[in-house]
T-cell receptor, first 113, second 110 residues
């Protein structure tokens, strides 16, 4: 496909469990971003990758959250010991260059029971 | 005070109306001004962006920026039911780390 894809589209988990959310950016896009969107709010920045390295992870709320992009393409957002407050839509975006237009995926809706 | 303030709405207008969506911001360093549109259960999509004060027009959409009052607007002419979505303003220092407003939900009634 031509767009950013995210899997799974929905994830329901129990408090305390570990989850992984995957993002497949547009082919050739070097920059990749993770955002979190709670109900009725705008997306909140989490982390930005340029290539394989995290250029800015200042938005990660605490050390339970971690993201990787080992080959500079697919990225995985990992959340340990999930809490109910982690429930949100997790959005991924990619851009050809850091200053280029960002293209968002449809998001993964995470529900922590 | 939040960095970006946006009336959450919802805003309901009849088809064909002119819509005005507004944001205020507090950070004087913001120099890139973007508007995103987000349909229900979809990711945001870039609608318009501008780098300076003034107006920028694209079809039925006009983005207006007033840096002196830290006020940005998006106008939609001849609104259509397909314009029903949440509109997010995003004034920023750069493109890397975009800060969004809370979004205004718009409903255009046929």
């Amino acid at each position: 496909g031509a767009g950013v894809s995210q899997t799974p589209s929905n994830k329901v988990t129990e408090k305390g469990k570990y989850v992984e959310l995957r993002c497949d950016p547009i082919s050739g896009h070097t920059a990749l971003y993770w955002y979190r969107q709670s109900l009725g709010q705008g997306p909140e920045f989490l982390i930005y990758f340029q290539g394989t390295g995290a250029a800015d992870d200042s938005g990660l709320p605490n050390d339970r959250f971690f993201a990787v992009r080992p080959e500079g393409s697919v990225s995985t957002l990992k959340i340990q010991r999930t809490e109910r407050g982690d429930s949100a839509v997790y959005l991924c975006a990619s851009s050809l260059t850091p200053t280029g237009a960002k293209y968002f995926g449809p998001g993964t809706r995470l529900t922590v029971l | 005070q939040k960095e970006v303030e946006q009336d959450p709405g919802p805003l309901s207008v009849p088809e064909g109306a002119i819509v005005s969506l507004n944001c205020t911001y507090s950070n004087s360093a913001f120099q890139y001004f973007m508007w995103y549109r987000q349909y229900s259960r979809k990711g945001p999509e870039l609608l318009m962006y501008t780098y300076s004060s003034g107006n920028k027009e694209d079809g039925r959409f006009t983005a207006q920026v007033d840096k002196s009052s830290k006020y940005i607007s998006l106008f939609i002419r001849d609104s259509q039911p397909s314009d029903s979505a949440t509109y997010l303003c995003a004034p920023n220092e750069g493109y890397q780390k975009v800060t969004f407003g809370t979004g205004t939900k718009l409903q255009v009634i046929p």
